[in-house]
């Protein structure tokens, strides 16, 4: 609106995006697996005390 668009992003730039995304997707689906498995842990632990 105010100067037109910005430029396009570089090919480098969108590398940097994608990994950064592909890091951000893999850190999620991480916590969800740890955060499934937490209260297995819980139980497996109580039963050692």
Partial sequence: ???GQP???SP???KQ???IATQTV???VGMCVLLY???FA???ASKLV
């Fill in 12 to 14: 480098e730039e969108i």
């Fill in 42 to 44: 819980v139980q497996w």
């Fill in 37 to 39: 498995l937490s209260p």
């Fill in 7 to 9: 430029p396009p992003p």
């Fill in 26 to 28: 893999y850190g999620a």
């Fill in 1 to 3: 609106m105010f100067g």
């Fill in 17 to 19: 995006q994608e990994a």
